[in-house]
């Protein structure tokens, strides 16, 4: 059974920092693109980060870009997103997920496997 399980998800200050993990079990991903979501009270489901499956290739949304970074281990099948200088905005839960071989880096719709998500709270 296919797992992906979040963590370092929490509250802090605007301005600080947060680490989140994503490990996955019952399957490898190193052949596959991984990405990370949020999702805002409210709001639909949005496109933070993602990565190629050799870490060749990076994307970001311009919301987040040169404040995050995105970035994966594929022999603890892991990735890991870094949020520096968070702000009240990027409060949501996160989502790791596993883009399918042709899906959009972009759309939850190109994602096949997905976490629980881990809540991230900025406060200002």
């Known amino acids: 059974q296919v797992q992906l399980v979040e963590s370092g998800g929490g509250l802090v200050q605007a301005g600080g920092s947060l680490r989140l993990s994503c490990a996955a079990s019952g399957r490898t991903f190193s052949s596959y693109a991984m990405g990370w979501f949020r999702q805002a009270p409210g709001k639909e489901r949005e496109f933070v980060a993602a990565?190629?499956?050799?870490?060749?290739?990076?994307y970001y949304a311009d919301s987040v870009k040169g404040r995050f970074t995105i970035s994966r281990d594929n022999a603890k099948n892991t990735k890991y997103l870094q949020m520096n200088s968070l702000k009240p905005e990027d409060t949501a839960v996160y989502y790791c997920?596993?883009?399918?071989?042709?899906?959009?880096?972009?759309?939850?719709?190109?994602?096949?496997?997905w976490g629980q998500g881990t809540q991230v709270t900025v406060s200002s």
């Open positions: 997920a596993v883009k399918s071989y042709s899906g959009s880096y972009y759309s939850p719709s190109g994602y096949i496997y």
């Open positions: 990565i190629s499956w050799n870490g060749g290739n990076t």
